[in-house]
């Protein structure tokens, strides 16, 4: 069974910093590439990057970029988001997801991000 269950998220102030884990299972991690979505109440899910099987190789969306990094550890089967500069647009359910930029076939169940004064 296909698994990714997310971790991390939580409250914090504009201008702070959080780190999103997501932890596989059920699939071959290692030859995957992943992704993070997020989405807000009565929005369509936005794409907030990718990165490729090993790593070497990720894409953001330009409203994360220079503030977000994707990384992953294969051996721990986890993919990672490093979010700094918060910005309270940032404030949304973040699901990390297995695939590339829009291509996506298993996800987890999100993990909720707010960021507010």
């Known amino acids: 069974e296909v698994q990714l269950v997310e971790s991390g998220g939580g409250y914090v102030q504009p201008g702070g910093s959080l780190r999103l884990s997501c932890a596989a299972s059920?699939?071959?991690?290692?030859?995957?590439?992943m992704s993070w979505v997020r989405q807000t109440p009565g929005k369509e899910r936005e794409f907030v990057g990718s990165i490729n099987w090993n790593g070497g190789n990720t894409y953001y969306a330009d409203s994360v970029k220079g503030r977000f990094t994707l990384s992953r550890d294969n051996a721990k089967k986890t993919m990672y988001l490093q979010m700094n500069s918060l910005k309270p647009e940032d404030t949304a359910v973040y699901y990390c997801a297995r695939g590339w930029s829009g291509m996506y076939d298993y996800w987890g169940q999100g993990t909720q991000v707010t960021v507010s004064s």
């Open positions: 059920g699939f071959t991690f290692s030859s995957s590439a």
